[in-house]
């Protein structure tokens, strides 16, 4: 078990930020922190990186103390924080290979392995170019790459693909998921439930400081939804198709553009909605998502 908390609280005087969370993470897995701004993830993720003390509870990294064991467990961490620090003097090899030397790595095995993870994060073509100029999702995947020169045991991504566009999420998640293919264990932390889906093998939905959730985004989406949802918007008050759409679906959720009724077999859904005569403004068939699960716990959206 490369990461163990129990009961786990994080406070700041007398705001709760994490409240009792108990978490196991395993060797080579892709776990994640879903949930909305304020919800105790990142709070979380301090913790597990050594640099916030835990208020409460007992916690394990690496079968060690952050406690007592902080720098023997920094040392054995790779860390992408949710802003990027890049060193915009120094070109890309250049800063990979200076944060390397913070490890005590030799020169020449610290540019070797720079270049490796260049290559690796399709980088590789801009080793000596100077930081300012790249784009987002370049300077995002060159601190990834960062993340990786001192070989860590585990790999905290906070918010991994914030503020990226889709484009560049997606050779984000993809450089990621040939991580894990590699066996790196992988703790990440977002509220795009897309991302999520993508990644992780297990996850914990939070809300609020605590655990409202557990399980593999399939198990989770299988357990709190159903296999379809249909959205159906109106050009009239929502509020007063909700009660002409009952016996459609096993729930509606009722947003403020939008209805969502949760069913098995969408089409045969929407061929309800219009035998009824309801005529919506439009019909969207779409499967369940990790939204829907935490819409139905929580009754709210992940960003709103």
């Known amino acids: 078990m490369l990461i163990e908390a129990s009961g786990l609280v994080k406070r700041f005087g007398a705001f709760t930020a994490v409240d009792g969370i108990d978490v196991r993470v395993h060797a080579g897995e892709a776990f994640g922190f879903l949930g909305p701004n304020g919800a105790g993830k990142s709070s979380t993720m301090r913790m597990i990186g050594c640099v916030s003390a835990p208020s409460g509870g007992s916690l394990r990294i690496l079968g060690l103390d952050p406690l007592s064991d902080g720098p023997r467990i920094r040392a054995r ?22 944060y390397a030397r913070y490890f005590g790595i030799p020169r020449r095995v610290a540019r070797a392995r720079a270049l490796e993870l260049l290559e690796f ?22 601190t990834i790459a960062r993340s ?11 918010e991994p693909t914030t503020g990226l566009d889709p484009q560049a999420r997606h050779l984000v998640w993809e450089r990621l998921f040939r991580l894990k293919q590699r066996g790196v264990t992988l703790v990440l932390t977002t509220h795009y439930m897309d991302e999520a889906e993508q990644l992780c093998d ?23 939804s159903t296999r379809e949802v249909l959205e159906v918007r ?30 098995g ?40």
């Open 265 to 304: 077999d969408g089409d045969a859904a929407a061929a309800e909605v219009h035998r009824r005569q309801l005529a919506p403004t439009s019909t969207l068939v779409r499967r369940s998502t990790l939204e829907d699960v935490f819409l139905h716990l929580t009754g709210r959206t992940l960003v709103e």
């Open 121 to 142: 994060m399709q980088l590789a073509d801009r080793a000596n170019e100077k930081v300012e100029p790249l784009s987002g999702g370049m300077k995002r995947r060159l």
């Open 234 to 263: 109106f050009a009239a008050e929502l509020e007063s198709f909700a009660g002409k759409l009952e016996g459609i679906g096993e729930r509606i959720e009722v947003l403020p553009d939008r209805l969502l009724i949760y069913v």
């Open 148 to 158: 990786l020169v001192n070989e860590p045991d585990i790999v905290l991504l906070d």
């Open 77 to 98: 961490l790779g860390v992408c924080p949710q802003q990027d620090s890049l060193d915009f003097e120094l070109t890309l090899l250049e800063n990979l290979t200076v």
């Open 202 to 224: 297990r996850l914990v939905v939070m809300d609020g400081g605590k655990i409202v959730a557990e399980g593999s985004p399939r198990a989770l989406i299988e357990h709190y």
